[in-house]
C-alpha cells in the first residue's frame, strides 16, 4: 500500500541550469532518478539555457536528454545572459521565474511537493506565491546564497544587488515550509530573513558509481607535487596566491581546470604566469566528467581558493577521488578540513602557502589520503538522499 501511495504522490524538480543536459553538477538529477526509482510521479523542469557555457540547447540535445531519463523532462526556453552579474541576468531570472510559476500553478495542488534551488531569488519569490494559492509543499534546497555569494568589485553594484535580493528574500523565505543546506554557515543567511525556520544540512556529497571504477593514484615515490584546482578564475576564486607560491618552485605544479578564458581573475593570473614564463602552471578549460575524475586521479592536492564561504562540488570531487585539500581563507571548507582532518588551512598569502608547501611529504600527504578513506563513505549521495527522502516525506 505504501508503494502505490509513493506513486500516487506527486513531485516537481526545478532545476534552471543543472540537469541531465548539462555537464557540470548533477545533484538535482541524480536526485530526481533516486525519486524516480523509490515510486514517485516526478517531473523535472529546466532551462534550454547552459549557464556554464552561456548557450543555448540545441532541439537535438534537447531530446538527447529526454531520451537519457525514464521521468518527464520539461524544458522551457530562457532569455539567457552573457554575463553572470548584468541586467541581462536580472530580467533572464524574472522572465524564467514566471513561467516556471505559470506552468507550476495548473500542476500543483496541496498534496505536491516542489524541490528547487535557492537561486534565483526570483525563483524563490515565485515558489512562496505558489504554496500561498495552491498551498502546495516547497522544499528549498539552500545551495547558494545571494546577494552574499555572489562577489562584485563595484560597492554600488553590491548594494543595489544587495537591496534588490532582499526585497524579494524578506518577503518570500517565511512562507517556506522545508528546508536543508549544503554547508552549515547557510543556515545563518536562513535565519536572517526566517528567523523561525528550521533546515537540515544534507551536504552535495558524491556518486559511489562514478568515482570507484579505479584505485586513487598514489603519491608515493613521485617527484612532483601536482596541485589542481576546479574552478573558474572569477571573483570567487582567487588562486594567484598559490600561482605566487609555486613561482621558481619545480617541485609543484598546478593545474586550473574549468577556465574557459572569460573569468574575471582570468587576465591577472595569465599576465603572472607569461611574464615569469611558469611551465608549472597549466589552465584548461571545461571537460566532462570522466576526463575530470581522471585528472584529479592523477594529481596529489585539491586546491579551493574560495573567496566566499560554502562546501560546493569540488569539494566532494576531492574527497571521491581521495585527494586531501588544501583550503584558502576561513570559511564552512577550511572548518570541514579540520574537522576530519583531509588536508590544510592557509590564508590567501603567498608566504604562509609556500612555506606549508615546504613543510609537506608524500607520506605527510599519504596520511591525509587515508583520513579521506576512512570517512568518505559518510558523503555518498545514496545515503544523503534518503535524508532527502525522509524531509519531503515528513
Known sequence: MKTNEKKAKKLFIVGPTESILTHRGNRHPALAQFLFDKGYDLEYLTTDFYHAEKRHFS??????????????????????????????????????????????????????????????????????????????????????????????KSRLKRMIFTIYCNLYLYSSLRFIDKFFHVAPSFENWLHRYAPMAKSIFIPLGFDRDRWDEKEDDSVKGRKCIRLVSVSQLTFQFNVLPVVKAILSNELYNLTVIGENGKGERYPEVMKFVNDNKMKNVTIIGHIDRTALARHLRQSDIGVVPMVSTSLPNKVFDYLASCLPILVLGENDIARFVRKYDIGWCVAFDEKEISNLLDSLSNEIIEEKKNSIKRMRACFDREKLHEDILALIES
Open 59 to 152: 532541439q537535438d540535445e534537447i531530446e538527447a536528454g529526454k531520451r537519457k531519463v525514464l521521468y518527464k523532462l520539461t524544458v522551457i526556453h530562457c532569455m539567457g545572459y552573457s554575463a553572470n552579474i548584468s541586467a541581462q541576468r536580472v530580467i533572464s531570472n524574472i522572465l524564467m521565474s514566471w513561467k516556471f510559476f505559470i506552468l507550476l500553478l495548473r500542476k500543483i495542488n496541496k498534496d505536491t511537493v516542489v524541490i528547487l534551488p535557492s537561486r534565483p531569488v526570483e525563483m524563490i519569490f515565485a515558489a512562496a506565491v505558489l504554496r500561498l494559492t495552491r498551498g502546495t509543499s516547497i522544499a528549498l534546497d539552500i545551495q547558494d546564497i545571494w546577494p552574499d555569494m555572489l562577489v562584485v
